[in-house]
């Protein structure tokens, strides 16, 4: 039995950059890899099958099938093992723009590496990754990077501090096609949303506040293309990060594609009482911190 862990991610700046032909966008993302996340169980079986549940105490949509992890298993080709069953237990949110559908992919192929052994030929995982989609190498490495590209071309960036995140769940979740789909109707090719919904930092003035430990200065250049989209299909979006602000965030932001409205705070003591302001914003809140790891083998 080989167990597993995907963690979630957060953007703490996306912009749109350009569009392409075969109908994915151009992005420039910073991304963090956080401590949410999801834990997988993997077993040599005579028929592979995946298994989704909900952690205790959480629920919530689960993926229909073929979900991604089905996916990654028919992808990986095993030569060696067993047809696995995997056990997915989540922690992750659906639809929220976490990453948790690539945290899994992510976890999965790092455990099925284990489990082909070593006297088969290695995984092409990294190819695999990039195959199963683009936030999937990120969840792969982990850490923090730029991404560009699809979202899929990778370099790391120093962060001097540990960042705690106060994470607002809201009911409902958003669909990271419609909402590419509704940024293209709202923003004109060629353009970005820079000064809608407020004052919008550069990626430069971000990465320098990383690498120094500012957080006062990450805060203030925090930023998503998305959120003008996003925010028109659910306006209580909008709501939702004020909220998050008047809670005491130094700074907030929606991740990835929605729905999830993520603040920024000084230390884990001040991401409690942020997290407490804001319980009755959200149906889930959670506290996470930053952290240097991506999908990995839990040793025993």
Not at 37 to 60: F, K, N
Not at 134 to 158: I, K, N, Y
Not at 182 to 209: C, I, N, Q, W, Y
Not at 241 to 260: D, F, P, Q, V
Request: glycine share 12%; charged share 20%; proline share 6%.
């Amino acid at each position: 039995m080989i167990n597993t862990i995907g963690r979630a991610k957060v953007n703490l700046w996306l912009a749109v950059v350009g569009r392409r032909t075969d109908g994915y966008h151009e992005l420039e993302s910073v991304m963090q890899s956080i401590s949410l996340a999801d834990e997988l169980t993997i077993e040599p079986a005579e028929h592979s099958e995946v298994i989704i549940s909900w952690a205790d105490g959480l629920d919530g949509p689960i993926p229909a099938p073929p979900d991604i992890v089905q996916r990654t298993v028919a992808a990986a080709r095993l030569k060696c093992a067993e047809r696995p069953t995997i056990t997915v237990k989540k922690r992750i949110p659906v639809g929220a723009g976490l990453g948790g559908a690539s945290a899994d992919a992510a976890a999965a192929l790092v455990g099925l590496t284990r489990l082909e052994g070593p006297e088969c030929a290695e995984l092409e995982i990294g190819a695999l990754a990039r195959l199963l989609g683009a936030d999937v190498p990120f969840c792969l490495q982990g850490g923090l990077a730029m991404a560009t590209g699809v979202g899929d071309e990778l370099s790391p960036l120093p962060c001097a501090r540990t960042l705690w995140w106060v994470i607002g769940v809201p009911d409902g979740g958003l669909s990271t096609v419609k909402v590419y789909q509704h940024f293209d109707e709202l923003v004109p090719a060629g353009t970005r949303p820079s000064g809608k919904g407020g004052p919008m930092g550069t990626v430069g003035a971000l990465t320098a506040a990383l690498a120094a430990g500012d957080v006062d200065g990450v805060a203030a250049n925090l930023a998503n293309d998305l959120e003008v989209a996003a925010f028109d299909l659910m306006p209580a979006l909008r709501d939702h990060k004020r909220s998050m602000l008047e809670a005491g965030a130094l700074g907030a932001i929606m991740t990835g594609s929605g729905s999830a409205i993520i603040g920024l705070c000084r230390d884990e003591a001040h991401a409690g009482l942020v997290a407490s302001a804001v319980a009755g914003t959200f149906p889930r809140v959670e506290v996470a911190h930053g952290t240097p790891d991506g999908a990995a083998v839990l040793e025993p």
